[in-house]
């Protein structure tokens, strides 16, 4: 493959012989290579001499590039265009209830507070887990429940008398490397925005709203179209390593030559960036192992509710025998009698 097109662009790229020279004269880098597998390897290698571009989706690079405490412009950009609204970060809150088994789930995570004091939690998933729905409601409801309690405490600090019109919308966004089953039934849709609205009409207010992006069937769909547009051009930096695609971005859309920049700084020193994917690679396992428990805990539930409808079927038709003993046993005791009700 040839590396020279994001070498143009980032002479900081080693060629593959020169990368593995630097790690073979550092035994602790070296051992570290060796640890990880044989596609690990070339996917590092690939990744340090230009031959694929880098995964922007994990974590170390993720922030480098989106920290919305250094670089909120970039993330409102994202947000304005995905939520179809002018966004600008007030703050960044802290993710302070998210249970540790759900954590371990997420490839990165960012909740943030919007100037009109709506919330955005924008979280990324490798794989896509069971139960999306009842999880994003769950985190959702979460979110809710903190800024009412916010609200409320500010307000009795200004001695101020609390009222719901003070909460404001809260949205759960999720980006998925791997879709889930749910989202793979609609193969031509990329962008899945929920909220709640009554059948008849009525118009209530509800402030949870879900947008889902699963990026691997965005990435198909680029294949047969191309980028059409700024959020098309987002979404292609956040999932897309094909060098090609990379530069047909930064030709196109030069805004995200300076984001690629900041990923690539990290290239300059050998032991950080291998430090940095092997983490992503723990966390990778950890999110591969969470899935696999998750994926087996819902079959063993399946299969139990067919043995429990098997079981009841059986019981059932126990039943309609012990019925059909008995009327026989009527029968035969007015037959022997000779009395036959046709009618029984």
């Not at 600090?157 to 404001?168: H, L, V």
């Not at 696999?292 to 819902?298: A, K, R, S």
Request: hydrophobic share 35%; net charge negative.
């Amino acid at each position: 493959m040839n590396n020279s097109v994001l070498k143009q662009y980032f002479p900081v790229l080693r060629t593959r012989q020169e990368a593995l020279q630097e790690i073979s004269r550092n035994p602790r880098l070296a051992a570290m290579f060796k640890s990880w597998e044989k596609h690990r390897q070339e996917e590092f290698l690939n990744f340090c001499s230009g031959a694929r571009g880098c995964k922007v989706l994990y974590d170390s690079f993720f922030k480098q590039v989106m920290n919305p405490e250094k670089n909120p412009e970039r993330l409102e950009h994202f947000l304005s265009l995905l939520l179809k609204k002018e966004v600008r970060i007030l703050q960044v809150l802290p993710n302070e209830s998210r249970m540790t088994a759900e954590a371990s789930l997420l490839i990165m995570d960012i909740i943030v507070k919007m100037e009109d004091g709506s919330i955005a939690d924008v979280e990324m998933q490798k794989i896509g887990y069971a139960f999306p729905g009842q999880r994003s409601s769950c985190y959702s409801a979460d979110l809710l429940l903190r800024q009412y309690q916010r609200v409320k405490t500010d307000m009795a600090a200004r001695k101020e008398t609390f009222s719901y019109r003070y909460i404001k919308d809260v949205y759960t966004i999720v980006l998925f490397e791997k879709s889930p089953s749910e989202c793979k039934e609609f193969p031509d849709s990329y962008i899945h925005h929920g909220y709640v609205r009554f059948d008849t009409g009525l118009n209530v207010h509800m402030p949870q709203e879900f947008i889902y992006v699963p990026l691997d069937i965005f990435r198909r769909i680029l294949q047969n179209r191309g980028i059409t547009d700024n959020l098309d051009a987002w979404l292609t930096f956040l999932c897309e390593d094909d060098p090609e695609m990379i530069d047909l971005l930064i030709r196109n859309f030069p805004y995200f030559k300076p984001l690629y920049d900041d990923v690539y700084k990290l290239c300059e020193n050998m032991e950080d960036i291998m430090s940095y994917y092997s983490d992503a690679l723990q966390e990778m396992d950890r999110n591969t192992v969470q899935y696999m428990i998750e994926e087996q805990q819902d079959k063993i539930e399946e299969q139990q509710t067919m043995l429990e409808e098997k079981q009841k079927a059986i019981e059932e038709l126990e039943e309609e025998r012990e019925r059909d003993k008995a009327r026989i046993a009527e029968l035969e005791k007015q037959i022997a009698g000779g009395c036959y009700d046709q009618d029984i």
